[in-house]
């Protein structure tokens, strides 16, 4: 079942970080459940609140600035997360 967050992201960004690139799926898992900022390969980063993965993709939900929406995300795609 996907489980939805039940409270807004925070207003502000965390300041990225380098040493925390290098994400992949064994390390994402750790974070099914909990609210992190994501950023991507292309350099934009959003709040998402991910519930599974598997088969190479990151499920859950991403705020659209006031809602959260639930989607998709290749895992390869993920650049760092906090």
């Given at each position: 079942?996907?489980?939805?967050?039940?409270?807004?992201?925070?207003?502000?960004?965390?300041t990225?970080?380098r040493?925390?690139?290098?994400?992949?799926?064994?390390?994402?898992?750790?974070?099914?459940?909990?609210?992190?900022?994501?950023?991507?390969v292309?350099?934009?980063?959003?709040?998402?609140?991910?519930?599974?993965?598997?088969?190479?993709?990151?499920?859950?939900?991403?705020?659209?600035?006031?809602?959260y929406?639930?989607?998709?995300?290749?895992?390869?795609?993920v650049d760092?997360l906090?």
């Amino acid at each position: 079942m996907r489980k939805m967050p039940i409270t807004r992201p925070p207003n502000t960004v965390p300041t990225y970080c380098r040493i925390l690139r290098g994400t992949g799926p064994a390390s994402i898992r750790q974070h099914v459940g909990y609210l992190v900022y994501i950023w991507t390969v292309y350099g934009d980063g959003f709040w998402m609140y991910p519930t599974e993965v598997r088969g190479g993709i990151l499920y859950g939900y991403i705020w659209k600035s006031a809602h959260y929406e639930y989607s998709q995300l290749r895992v390869s795609l993920v650049d760092c997360l906090y």
